[in-house]
C-alpha cells in the first residue's frame, strides 16, 4: 500500500509516499480502507520531530474517514471515522490506504456527511468536546470565551457551546478575522490586538464574567482570560504556542475560586477518540453541528504540497483523498 511512512524526522517539503505493507490485523482488530484523511498542525509537529515520546519508524497522520475491509462480520463494509493521539505518534498512522486499529477504535459515521467531510472532524471536534464537555464542565446558559474562533478547534467549540445551550464570546486575533465566527451563538468578539477581552466580556455579561475560557493560545492570553472569568469560572488550556509562562495572583484565585485545567488531546488514543465521536454523531445527524469548510483536497501522492497548504495557513481544513487521481 502507499503511506506517507517517515523513518526520520525533516522538513515538510522532504515528505515522500512509500510502498509499504498492507497492516495484517490480529484479534480484536479491523482493518480500515482509508477513504479520505484530514492534516492537521499536529501531523506537521510529528514530521518535524517535535513530540519527544514519538516512535520512529511509522506512518503519520491523525483523522480519518473510511470502509472496515476485514473484521468482524458485522463491521466488514462499514463507514467509519476515527482519530487518536496515538496514531501517527506512537503508533501507524492514518496517511495511508489502510489502517489497522483496534475495533473499539472505530465508529461510525454519520450518514449524511460524505467521506470527505467526516475526515476533517476528529482533532478539532474531539479538542473542542474534551476541553468544553469533559474538563470544562459546560451548562446550559454559560457564557463561554472561545479563543481562536477563527479557527478549525475554535469554530467547533463555538458550534457544541451553541448546542447545549451556551453563549459564546469569540477572541480573535484581529479584525480581520471578525468575519470568521459568525456560528450561531456567538454574542460578542474581542480582539487580541486591541486587548480589551476584560471589556468585552464584562459588557456582554452584565458585569458579571465568564463561566468557562477555552485558551488554545496559552500564555498570552492567561492573565486577560483570568481577569474576565465570573467567580467559580473554569479556564480550560490545551495549547502554549503563544507562551509558556503567565503570571497569576494566587490570592484572587482562590477567592474567586477560580479552576484551571490543562487538556492535552495527546493522551486520548484511538478508542477513546471514538467514544468521543460515537457522543458527537447525533449532533451532526440532526445539523446542530456541521463540519469545518474544506478549503483544499489533495490526492496523497502530493502529500508534500498538502502539509505545506497547512503550514502556509489559510481559510479551510486540507484534505488528503486516497483514491484520488493527481
Not at 474581542?190 to 465568564?210: H, I, M
Amino acid at each position: 500500500m502507499k503511506a506517507i511512512y517517515i523513518q526520520r524526522y525533516g522538513e515538510l517539503k522532504d515528505l515522500k509516499v512509500s510502498e509499504t505493507s498492507t497492516p495484517i490485523i490480529e484479534p480484536g482488530e479491523v482493518l480500515v480502507k482509508v477513504e479520505a484523511s484530514g492534516i492537521n498542525p499536529s501531523d506537521l509537529a510529528s514530521v518535524q520531530g517535535r513530540f519527544p515520546h514519538g516512535v520512529l519508524p511509522r506512518i503519520v497522520g491523525r483523522d480519518f474517514a473510511g470502509t472496515v475491509a476485514q473484521g468482524p462480520a458485522e463491521l466488514v463494509g462499514s463507514k467509519v471515522w476515527g482519530s487518536g493521539g496515538d496514531l501517527g505518534i506512537t503508533r501507524d498512522g492514518t496517511h495511508a490506504e489502510f489502517i489497522a486499529l483496534p475495533r473499539q477504535a472505530v465508529a461510525r459515521r454519520p450518514a449524511n456527511l460524505s467521506t470527505e467531510q467526516a475526515a476533517t472532524v476528529g482533532v478539532p471536534f474531539i479538542t473542542a468536546f474534551s476541553a468544553l464537555v469533559r474538563h470544562g464542565q459546560l451548562k446550559k446558559d454559560d457564557w463561554v470565551i472561545v479563543s481562536g474562533a477563527a479557527g478549525a478547534v475554535g469554530q467547533a467549540a463555538v458550534q457544541l457551546s451553541h448546542a447545549r445551550g451556551a453563549h459564546v464570546i469569540a477572541l480573535v486575533r484581529n479584525s480581520s478575522e471578525c468575519s470568521t465566527p459568525e456560528a450561531t451563538g456567538v454574542k460578542a468578539i474581542a480582539y487580541s490586538d486591541q486587548g480589551n477581552l476584560e471589556a468585552v466580556t464584562r459588557e456582554a455579561t452584565g458585569g458579571r464574567g465568564a463561566n468557562l475560557a477555552l485558551n488554545g493560545i496559552g500564555g498570552s492570553i492567561f492573565a486577560s482570560i483570568v481577569a474576565s472569568l465570573a467567580v467559580g469560572g473554569r479556564q480550560v488550556v490545551y495549547s502554549a504556542a503563544g507562551g509558556r509562562e503567565s503570571t497569576l495572583d494566587i490570592l484572587s484565585f482562590y477567592r474567586n475560586e477560580f479552576a484551571l485545567f490543562g487538556l492535552d488531546t495527546q493522551k486520548l488514543d484511538a478508542t477513546q477518540c471514538a467514544a468521543i465521536l460515537n457522543e458527537l454523531t447525533p449532533m451532526f445527524e440532526s445539523g446542530a453541528l456541521k463540519p469545518s469548510a474544506i478549503g483544499e483536497r489533495y490526492p496523497l501522492d502530493q502529500a508534500a504540497e498538502a502539509y505545506s497548504r497547512v503550514a502556509a495557513g489559510g481559510a479551510g481544513k486540507v484534505v488528503l483523498m486516497m483514491d484520488a487521481e493527481k
